[in-house]
């Protein structure tokens, strides 16, 4: 009796592994770029648009991962890993991808993942009983067989399940896609890479081998999806140069930020002039200390456009973190103004003019993060200076509450919970960082409670 137990709890062990594929791991970090993210916002709106989403309410996220992968995993929100930007060829593969995730959050499939699950649950139960029955009979062969075979309906099951929603993704992705006036070809040659990928690793295409994967053979789907992209008005398309030009510039920045430096400087060598390349040797240098270095390339970047921010940015960054935080306020500032204080480069200015320890700029640190942490709540980085800041100025109250806002975020819920506390005991009763600070003393508490529910 008892193997039958454990032949059930290894299924139900491999049922999760399956469906936890399309949850995101909770100990991956999340990468944030002023450039990349405005990359991505517009290379999603169009797409968004044509799912019939609000633009605004739709975030892509990226994720610090070398895999090739893109998922959602509940509200409007579409993760992609770092790693298939790095393999994108060009925006629109990208965009073949948003598109087909954005399927995902239109057809409600996170939602309807826990249906598929119960489906197979209960092939797996009914199994379970008949098995049981069997055994109490004196069929112990017959109890293990019958459970062994439920097991096996039940996964492919739900692996089938998962498969429909897989195609049923691809299908409106190739809608918005055809909607917004943008062409598959890019989602075509994203399955390839795919597929290729499949074959290094040496996963069967038979029909056979479909019945054990999450998603369809990428070869079919590469077939099904080329008769529509090839029919629709948009085949020909060609993507927009400014949009291809800002991937290749975020593609190899992202490149020369997570990469050690001796591959970043093999990849784009000193030979390679283009902006680009400039870039990731940036980061290069730059992670490798040799400041001079990574400066002469923001130079040389600046040299052909002293107004874009984000050269600006760099720059100003890399004066920062080497330790001269003077000197990297006018670029800063510089940057805050281009952007209309665009909440990262924003707060990277704020943390410069905290750093100069001259108490002559904080109150310009505190307008700053003020600003900031208006328009993008969710920064832990920016509300952690802004505490700072209110610390130095004596402004304790506030400071607490700052540094509650932190830590919710940061999911440090006893801190912000003691920070709130303090913060709301000493602000103002009424004001609206009195209220703010109930708010977060209830969120906190919230959390402290499902946590010890779990």
């Known amino acids: 009796m008892a193997s039958l137990y454990r032949s059930l709890a290894r299924f139900l062990a491999l049922l999760l592994a399956v469906a936890l594929t399309a949850q995101p791991a909770m100990a991956q970090s999340v990468l944030r770029d002023a450039e990349t993210e405005a990359l991505l916002r517009d290379l999603a709106d169009p797409l968004v648009e044509a799912a019939g989403l609000e633009p605004g309410n739709v975030d892509i996220v990226l994720i610090s991962d070398p895999s090739i992968n893109a998922f959602v995993a509940g509200g409007q929100v579409v993760y992609i890993h770092s790693g298939l930007i790095n393999a994108a060829d060009n925006a629109n593969e990208v965009q073949g991808v948003i598109a087909h995730e954005l399927g995902h959050i239109t057809g409600g499939h996170v939602v309807s993942v826990g249906d598929g699950a119960r489906a197979a649950q209960n092939i797996s139960i009914l199994s379970l009983l008949i098995g049981i029955a069997a055994a109490a009979a004196g069929a112990g062969e017959a109890g293990m067989a019958a459970v062994m075979a439920g097991q096996r309906a039940a996964l492919g099951k739900y692996l089938a399940f998962s498969r429909v929603q897989e195609s049923a993704a691809d299908a409106a992705g190739a809608q918005y896609l055809s909607d917004a006036g943008i062409s598959g070809k890019g989602s075509l040659s994203f399955f390839g890479k795919l597929l290729?990928?499949?074959?290094r690793y040496g996963r069967s295409q038979s029909d056979e081998a479909q019945f054990n994967r999450t998603h369809p053979l990428s070869g079919d789907r590469i077939a099904r999806l080329r008769e529509v992209y090839e029919r629709d008005p948009a085949w020909d398309t060609p993507t927009d140069p400014q949009?291809?030009?800002?991937f290749e510039r975020v593609r190899a920045k992202l490149y020369g930020y997570l990469s050690e430096?001796?591959?970043?400087?093999?990849?784009f060598p000193v030979t390679d002039m283009g902006v680009p390349a400039r870039y990731a040797r940036a980061y290069a240098y730059h992670k490798d200390a040799r400041v001079d270095a990574a400066l002469a390339e923001a130079d040389a970047l600046l040299a052909l456009d002293p107004d874009d921010p984000y050269f600006l940015e760099l720059r100003g960054q890399v004066l920062l973190e080497s330790g001269r935080p003077a000197d990297a306020l006018p670029d800063l500032r510089r940057a805050t103004e281009l952007t209309t204080s665009e909440p990262l480069i924003a707060s990277m200015f704020g943390h410069a003019l905290i750093a100069t320890e001259d108490p002559a700029n904080y109150e310009e640190a505190e307008n700053v993060l003020r600003a900031a942490v208006v328009r993008?709540?969710?920064?832990?980085f920016a509300w952690y200076q802004l505490g700072v800041v209110y610390?130095?100025?004596?402004?304790m109250p506030r400071a607490h509450l700052a540094s509650a806002e932190q830590q919710v975020m940061t999911r440090r819920y006893v801190e912000a919970l003691r920070n709130a506390q303090r913060a709301e005991a000493d602000l103002p009763k009424g004001s609206a960082d009195w209220l703010r600070a109930q708010d977060v003393r209830l969120q906190a508490q919230a959390a402290l409670e499902r946590e010890r529910d779990d």
Request: aromatic fraction near 4%; hydrophobic fraction near 30%.
């Open 376 to 380: 993008d709540r969710l920064n832990p």
């Open 391 to 395: 610390a130095a100025q004596g402004d």
């Open 261 to 267: 430096p001796v591959r970043t400087l093999k990849a």
């Open 243 to 246: 949009l291809q030009a800002r």
């Open 196 to 199: 290729n990928q499949e074959y």
